[in-house]
């Protein structure tokens, strides 16, 4: 099957947990699966961690597991929110549910709230101390680690532009060139980026996304993310698979247009 190089990461979540629904996710073109840790149990990741794995060695593909912690959130009538007098970035749910991953063998960690570097090597320290050497990806999802987004690339495996927080740290209309920004200090780094949060957030109800969504797939592909995700789109959404083949088309297509024209840069 032809892939894309850009990936697509999709959150599994009630609305896909299904199994033939995994594997029809696994089928197409998810790349990377998100387990968000701000809700489910044990019980519920562990399962979703197993059928994913079983489905890729059944389709010979490689799925990585992509462990997002939930630093300090707390639940509200409508999701949940950054605790406003939070101190530290890591709590003791985190760590408990990174001692949880770790022996699933999750491939890559996600650490939300991160403020600074120290952030990032408190995280691996604790990941060094159990034993393991998984990657760190950051979690720019405040006004604080955009300002120290230098120390925390250099410091961090990867970095996840998370959208939605940051969209209630700083001013909207500055998200898309914060966007930019964070991808060109990746790319210089040699360090891979994800663009994430509603990036197809219509798909949650609808069958095909907005020609605004199918817009801002593709320039973050055209910016240069290494990765997209989905989050409420598969987790919640009524069409989880539907929305994973649309943004494998939207990535592909994005990446035709990058190589047409740096073989010809003048048309």
């Not at 060695?57 to 597991?65: A, G, Q, V, Y």
């Not at 760590?95 to 890559?108: A, C, H, M, R, T």
């Not at 120290?148 to 909207?172: C, F, S």
Request: proline fraction near 4%; include cysteine; glycine fraction near 4%.
């Amino acid at each position: 099957m032809d892939y894309s190089r850009a990936q697509v990461v999709a959150t599994i979540g009630p609305a896909s947990k299904e199994k033939e629904i995994i594997k029809q996710m696994v089928a197409h073109h998810m790349d990377i699966v998100r387990l968000n840790f701000s809700w489910g149990s044990y019980d519920e990741h562990e399962y979703y961690i197993k059928t994913v794995r079983e489905y890729a060695k059944e389709l010979n593909r490689r799925i990585p597991i992509l462990q997002d912690l939930s630093g300090p959130r707390t639940k509200t009538e409508s999701g949940h929110e950054i605790d406003p007098n939070a101190i530290k970035a890591v709590t003791e749910k985190d760590l408990k549910d990174l001692e949880f991953g770790l022996k699933q063998n999750v491939d890559y960690i996600a650490m939300s709230y991160v403020g600074n570097k120290n952030d990032v090597l408190e995280i691996k320290h604790h990941i060094k101390e159990a034993g393991y050497k998984t990657p760190v990806i950051a979690k720019i999802e405040r006004k604080v680690a955009v300002e120290k987004v230098d120390e925390i690339i250099d410091a961090a495996d990867g970095i996840m532009i998370a959208r939605g927080d940051l969209g209630n740290e700083v001013p909207l209309e500055q998200i898309p060139f914060i966007q930019n920004m964070i991808i060109r200090k990746c790319k210089a780094a040699v360090k891979p980026v994800i663009t994430a949060t509603q990036m197809m957030f219509s798909m949650k109800e609808s069958p095909t996304p907005t020609r605004a969504e199918v817009t801002d797939v593709a320039f973050a592909i055209i910016s240069g993310s290494d990765a997209v995700m989905l989050s409420d789109e598969t987790a919640n959404g009524k069409y989880p698979v539907e929305a994973i083949i649309m943004m494998e088309k939207i990535i592909k297509e994005a990446e035709k247009y990058l190589i047409i024209n740096y073989l010809n840069p003048l048309k």
